[in-house]
């Protein structure tokens, strides 16, 4: 199979994407095993999709679909549990449900579903491939035509060399005790929690208690959300707009926010919500 771009939606305004809406696409040949995604957003700053494997499968690298890209990113285990490798360093990491692994530009991976379940991955990346960040620079890059999935270096070092490799790690495993944590100014029952952020990534989490409702949100980038639990409420400071603008999500439903845009989130619900977000380049604004 040639390779050729993924689909690219894009909005210029406050947009809802309901998980029935999300673009399908597949990726990958033979070679490099194919992948299901549901893109919810590929606009010039933020990349947003799900991809699915069914147990067992996976996706590592061809000629033509090379897993090297000149971007950040950051993957949410949604469903299942991942098998991720660095197949050029021999790096190898589980990554179970609710957890997270991040990684920056230049760095090679494979993936699979582990065990017996399916895997749902939320997979947030920037600078998008608008830019050019994914097949066409992935093609630049030194092929790793013979991968490894082991660091023979640490056998005779091991837990003794932890440490040293963890540092030297280009894959990294974020677990609930790793986030920072940022308690809301106005509610205490909204609690966000950064997994990474970088000069061209933020992603984390929004832990809304029942009732909760955060304070106004403005970004320096777009903002991609994902609805992971509950029911969330997103209210749109628009001045133009008359009556206010209301959405409503529910799991596996997105939502686009243009870079600048004034936002809150509510849980008008009896049980608690969460939100997944990535927002590129700034989360703070200028």
Known sequence: MAYKSSPRPSFDR???????????HVWGDAESGLVDDWIYVSSDKI???VFGLPPGEGFRHSESFRTVF?????LFVLEGTMLIANPETGEVH????????????DTWH??????????RVLEFFAPPPSTGSSGPYARTRPYVAVPRYERAELIGDWPMGRQGAEARASIRVLREADRLLMLDPTDPRVLTGIVASTDQL??????????GRSAPLRHGGAAGLYALAGRVNILVDDPEAEPPVWFELHPGDGFYVPEGTP????????????????????????
């Open 94 to 105: 589980l990554v179970h449900r609710g957890e997270s692994a991040f990684f920056r530009r």
């Open 263 to 286: 936002y809150r989130a509510f849980n008008m619900g009896g049980e608690p919500a969460e939100l997944l977000f990535g927002v590129a380049p700034r989360y703070r604004p200028a």
């Open 110 to 119: 494979h993936a699979w579903a582990w065990g017996g379940e399916e895997l």
């Open 47 to 49: 990349h947003q999709l």
């Open 202 to 211: 933020t992603a984390g989490s929004m832990r809304l208690a029942p009732g």
């Open 14 to 24: 406050p947009t809802p994407i309901p998980y029935a809406r999300a673009t399908r």
């Open 70 to 74: 000149a971007a950040d990113e950051v």
